[in-house]
């Protein structure tokens, strides 16, 4: 038997020590909690991306009583970017989660489905994007997201 080990590596900040442009994007995220609609799990989830052209688009979850017919806040924000910009990769995302009357003390990932989004829109430009996820106690920060996705199924799996 052959064993194969995945290393991931993420980065982990006080937002001090962000750079202003990830405060920035960070901010516009967790504004865009506001914008959710989480009647059912009562977890607001807001999401931004900063495009290579400075440009900044926002997402929140949306869910439904039909749960499978929600949408998640990075989905929402790229695709709202590309729908508009289709030509600008994403150089940045930023994550936050709202629950309870305050902002998540643990960082909040993005789950399977919009992995699988992120890798689509990183394989489409040939480009990494940072991905920041925040909490009240740190950011999580990926410069790929290959680093949360290892051995992602991509484009070149078609070929």
């Not at 998540?104 to 480009?127: K, M, S, Y």
Request: charged content about 25%; hydrophobic content about 45%.
């Amino acid at each position: 038997m052959k064993e194969i080990n995945l290393t991931t590596k993420i980065a982990v900040y006080p937002l001090e020590e962000c750079t202003d442009a990830e405060k920035k994007l960070i901010e516009a995220a967790k504004e865009a909690t506001l914008n959710a609609y989480a009647p059912y799990s009562r977890f607001l989830v807001g999401a931004a991306v900063l495009l290579e052209n400075g440009q900044t688009f926002i997402g929140s979850n949306q869910e439904n009583a039909a749960y499978p017919s929600g949408l998640c806040a990075e989905r929402t924000a790229v695709f709202s970017a590309h729908s508009t910009l289709h030509d600008q990769k994403v150089e940045m995302i930023a994550i936050a989660a709202w629950r309870d009357g305050k902002f998540t003390e643990e960082v909040i990932t993005p789950c399977g489905a919009c992995r699988q989004v992120l890798l689509e829109a990183e394989n489409r430009f040939d480009a990494p994007m940072r991905i920041l996820m925040y909490s009240e106690n740190a950011v999580y920060v990926a410069n790929s997201i290959k680093e949360l996705l290892p051995l992602s199924f991509g484009d070149e799996m078609l070929k």
